[in-house]
């Protein structure tokens, strides 16, 4: 059973472990800083598919099968599936998992999946409901822009607070038997809609800033905690220009953010050399660079405990054509060391 | 604790009651055959709003209102939203539950999600994660035909085996407490994609019957029952073609369900009067089916037990363009009476 703490988070008795953690990656992420961390980089953004939404479905279905391969889990003793993409319905999600044959539980929480899907995995096992479960998140760069934006021969001009999708999947699978030198999901904190009036696709930063602040500050006060409790908070894709709204406001708040705050679409680009512009984002980005990045710190006690905060934004062609705000949502979820 | 059952169920230990359950529909509906028992009808599709999104959200915003009035809720109880649409991006469930100010869990399962939502939802519950949550799905014959057909001006011609889009919104309030006569979530049973292959996205029906085959038979398998342990089994949006394959699947096997299958798509129009082909679709058609016809029978006792299982298509315009398969989807919730 998990105990309620304060108005929206979940401290859970027997907190789920992480047995198994995997990302595949796109060309351009395998050039990036974190290039050499992530299990497989894929050469072809194709992924000897057709079109993009197969290659996304076929990164999905690759990144579960790693998973699997990797943890030395038996597909069958996965009990749930908890997964979701950017696309519309979710078909990414559906063509890639259909072959897995998991009782799946479809999620949309824009690029705050991998936290939503981490959240409800981690509800489940903790409470009895299931022994494995798998938590995953995809984006690809191809059909997001095809999606959103402008189609990708158009070649738009992008401004600068404009941030690029992460072509990538990252996958967990949550347990519960633990062992030393895995990292464990001790509590999270769910996110609710937060509208601010942001209207700006090429500043979906500036949209999330606000729900990432919601989020942070809502699990410091229902744990009673300030932030030197963690090592580091790390949003999912708030980019520069997000990045900095998220410490002013957490400044006049009293809280210094700034020594421990980590952005996933600031580390897994070279803003320089890649011409990325404010950032990666997409589901994809927060969940590659947990898996790659933040897991192993936690898992070799670099890191004892971080507050993973991947932060979504509310939008659809239709949404943002008719004129309306980009609400945003974020996902706190409480990653420890287990020494 | 929930006590896993079988290869995807669990059979809660404290089962969730439902204390408050609400619908909200749009004019067409309230002239069909169960028009007398939704909570509220609206004469304007539009619901007063400038678009179709926008009213599609301004009518979950109704709805969840209504529900919380009805049940005599205090909004600031209500620990989680589990909701979703079907739309691209959410976006009808994003801007309609946004004042609502409630930690919030976004899902997709095509017109399946009330199933996935009460699942979650009860799931929280019987945990001790939430003392009450609300789960809820809406659809609008507008928005989706804009979305995933054609125009409404351009007045195609639909085929026999077509559905029509539920303009409507439900929603219920899962709780710890029990009192007599009311309804309760026993357990549930998670459907998996299952693809066999349909492609014409004007009979869903065909494309949704081997999933909720799936998840019935997974049901009864699990629990170690037959077809006599309910009074019904109620899919959701299967309508006349669905439900006849879904019958000789089921009789394949040795279930006859005949006497005690019941389609919410049938149910809600008339399909003489109303011209709506092979029925009613959409996240909204099971869910305020649920609301307002099957759960004040169980809550009497006409019906002790049922199988709620709604059925969801997934494809997307970009997957039908592009020549995909529709995989289905179900998931199942088995309620029962409380004498």
């Known amino acids: 059973m998990g105990q309620m703490k304060g108005k929206a988070s979940i401290e859970f008795d027997n907190p789920p472990v992480i047995i198994s953690a995997g990302a595949v990656v796109g060309r ?3 050039q990036g800083p974190l290039g050499a961390l992530f299990d497989q980089v894929e050469q072809d953004d194709m992924f000897g598919k057709d079109n993009w939404e197969q290659a996304e479905s076929a990164m999905q279905k690759q ?3 790693l998973v699997i391969e990797k943890g030395g889990i038996r597909k069958g003793d996965l009990r749930y599936l908890f997964a979701g993409d950017l696309l519309g319905q979710l078909i990414a999600t559906s063509f890639g998992t259909v072959d897995l044959e998991i009782p799946l539980f479809g999620l ?6 991998m936290g939503e899907a981490m959240s409800l995995g981690a509800m489940a096992v903790n409470a009895g409901y299931a022994k494995q479960v798998m938590s995953m998140a995809s984006s690809h760069f191809a059909t997001a822009e095809k999606q959103f934006r402008f189609p990708l021969g158009y070649g738009n001009q992008r401004p600068l607070s404009a941030t690029w999708t992460v072509t990538g999947c990252g996958a967990v699978v949550l347990a519960g038997d633990r062992k030393s030198g895995m990292a464990k999901i001790t509590g999270i904190t769910t996110g609710r809609m937060v509208d601010m009036g942001a209207k700006d696709s090429m500043n979906m ?7 990432a602040f919601h989020t942070i500050e809502q699990n410091l006060e229902d744990f009673q905690i300030n932030e030197s409790y963690y090592d580091q908070i790390i949003t999912g894709d708030l980019g520069e220009v997000g990045r900095r709204i998220l410490l002013e406001f957490m400044k006049n708040k009293g809280h210094d953010l700034e020594p421990i705050l980590m952005d996933c679409g600031i580390e897994i680009y070279d803003k320089e050399q890649q011409d990325t512009h404010a ?5 994809g980005c927060s969940a590659v660079t947990f898996c790659s990045y933040i897991l192993p710190k936690v898992q070799s006690g670099t890191w004892k405990r971080v507050l993973f905060v ?9 949404s943002f054509n008719e004129g309306e705000t980009i609400p945003g949502i974020a996902h706190a979820v409480m990653i420890e060391h287990i020494e």
Chains 1, 2 share one sequence.
């Open 108 to 113: 949309y929480g824009a690029c705050s999946t």
């Open 28 to 30: 351009k992420e395998g």
């Open 63 to 65: 990144t579960a099968d």
């Open 205 to 211: 930063g500036a949209a999330m800033a606000p729900a």
């Open 310 to 318: 991947p932060t979504g934004a509310l939008l659809s062609t239709v």
């Open 279 to 283: 950032g990666g984002s997409g589901c």
